[in-house]
């Protein structure tokens, strides 16, 4: 099964709204990472925060993690047309050797 | 910087025939991935190179699916004999290094969209 779990499933909003996207995980993680998809470029990693992170930026992206709660959230500020793309979180979870497992992904669409 | 090459970018066989895929990852990566993405999920990991030796491929359906990397570089998935289901996208990763608890970003190639008709 897959670890991660993301929130919600697909998203429509407007250019130059706020995207948040979250995602849920089960186990203990070394790391969680993000990566977007669209027909374009492929899958393209796009953050990684570490578990001893709560936060984390990059441009006008900011990931948090809460590991309390096996969450983690991320934010893409004044969203541009551009960023139409699915979101999938990957987790890098403890185990014998590190290694990633993808969620189902969110799917983003900006509307110009 | 070359990125991950991958071919076919697109395949399309009949149910019990066999192909190939094939990957060169990002030079000096020492760690290559497959992975099979099925129509509106997220990746799924098939196997795992360390160099050329294999680290994970517990997800691997090993009575059709087999992979070797040559001397720690190209890599080459095989299908034998496919079946409908494994109509998906394979894509090729490769990182910089996979160890100690630590993890790289993974590169992606555009992947190779096989349909088993």
């Known amino acids: 099964s897959q670890q991660g779990e993301e929130d919600p499933q697909a998203l429509s909003i407007q250019e130059g709204e706020n995207a948040t996207m979250n995602c849920s995980y089960k186990t203990s993680i070394n790391n969680l990472q993000w990566y977007r998809q669209n027909s374009g470029r492929g899958l393209v990693h796009l953050i990684l925060i570490r578990s001893n992170e709560r936060e984390k930026h990059s441009g006008r992206l900011r990931v948090t993690l809460d590991t309390s709660k096996k969450s983690s959230s991320l934010l893409i500020t004044a969203s541009r047309a551009a960023d139409t793309a699915s979101y999938f979180c990957?987790?890098?979870?403890?185990?014998?050797?590190?290694?990633?497992?993808f969620g189902k992904g969110t799917m983003l669409l900006v509307s110009p | 910087e070359a990125g991950v090459a991958q071919s076919p970018r697109y395949k399309i066989i009949e149910k019990r025939q066999s192909v190939a895929f094939w990957c060169n990852p990002i030079s000096g990566h020492a760690t290559l991935y497959w992975y099979q993405q099925i129509l509106g999920q997220g990746p799924k990991l098939l196997i795992q190179f360390q160099n050329n030796g294999v680290v994970d491929d517990s997800q691997l359906p090993k009575d059709r699916f087999s992979a070797e990397r040559l001397k720690g570089v190209d890599s080459t998935l095989k299908i034998q004999p496919a079946k409908l289901e494994d109509s998906a996208v394979y894509l090729c990763a490769s990182s910089l290094e996979s160890g100690r608890r630590e993890h790289y970003e993974q590169y992606f190639g555009p992947g190779t969209r096989l349909t088993v008709t």
């Open positions: 990957a987790t890098d979870w403890v185990s014998g050797y590190s290694t990633l497992t």
